[in-house]
């Protein structure tokens, strides 16, 4: 099987550039017009609580003039569900948050929230939003999103990519394999993201059950030196090459 796999580019540290100087530029609303001519499939945005990246005006924006679809991540709260309603994206993927955090630790305990979670998603589900839970590769985990109901969900790839050695990273390779067949027969897409560079993403991208991955800083970080059309081709033919020769 040859399904192909999506791109979709996350450009928060456009906006992490611009706020730590407080200037207008760089505009990540504009980052992602650029990537998306360049042939991202969507664009992800995170909203964190703290604003310390993206701002609400960036999502705004972005969900009014791109021309692919735009994914908002954001975690559990009322605030954030009330704004999703009122904004609209076409995807909202539910994730885990914590203030001191550097970047994003783990998945969703949806389990543990199921109820909160279940609230959150229908209100989106009626304001017409398709709505993900990113999560750990978790057998538990994908237990309570069958039973929450969601049409796809999103696997933490963080583990894997921060592995300390080729065994560490054989081992969380086959949980989050092993959740996306499951996640597939139970009926729910899969999608993978975070930590995801060229040089790793090849074992994710050969999984044929996951048919999106959002990547960001990597990306971002590449086209300092590359330009950022340079870098999400590269990351795109890394994504299809690995693909095609399965
Ligand atoms: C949920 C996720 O993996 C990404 O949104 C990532 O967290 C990027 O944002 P931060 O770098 O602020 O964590
Ligand atoms: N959901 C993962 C994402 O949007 C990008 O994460 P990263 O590539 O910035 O680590």
């Known amino acids: ?12 540290h456009v906006a992490t550039l611009r706020q730590a100087r407080g200037t207008a530029y760089p505009d990540p609303v ?15 945005v995170h909203l964190r609580e703290d604003r310390r990246h993206i701002q609400d005006e960036d999502v705004r924006r972005v969900v ?11 975690a559990v709260t009322k605030e954030m569900v009330d704004f999703a309603c009122a904004v609209k994206p076409r995807y909202v993927c539910l994730v885990p948050e914590k203030r001191e955090e550097k970047t994003t630790e783990g998945g969703l305990d949806a389990g543990m929230i199921e109820s909160v979670v279940k609230v959150a998603c229908r209100r989106m589900s009626e304001a017409g939003i398709q709505v993900a839970l ?6 538990r985990q994908l237990a309570a999103a069958v039973r929450i109901g969601v049409p ?16 560490e990273r054989a081992l969380e390779l086959s949980y989050i394999r092993n959740f ?10 899969v999608h993978a993201g975070h930590g995801l560079t060229v040089e790793n993403v090849g074992p994710i991208a050969a999984i044929p059950e996951i048919v999106e991955l959002n990547i960001g800083h990597s990306i971002i970080a ?6 950022l059309p340079a870098a999400v081709a590269e990351m795109r033919r890394r994504m299809l090459e690995v693909r095609q020769a399965r």
Not at 1 to 12: C, E, P, T
Not at 30 to 44: C, F, H, K, P
């Open 64 to 74: 009014a003039r791109c021309p692919a679809p735009v994914n908002l991540e954001m």
């Open 180 to 189: 996306a067949e499951a996640a597939q027969s139970a009926g729910i897409e």
């Open 134 to 139: 990113f999560l750990d590769p978790d057998p």
């Open 1 to 12: 099987m040859k399904a192909s796999i999506r791109l979709g580019v996350n450009v928060d």
């Open 30 to 44: 504009e980052a992602a017009l650029v990537a998306v001519a360049a042939g991202a499939d969507s664009i992800t």
């Open 152 to 167: 796809h969900l999103e696997i933490h790839t963080g583990r894997y990519a921060d592995a300390r050695d080729d065994g």
């Open 222 to 227: 590449r086209s300092v030196f590359v330009g």
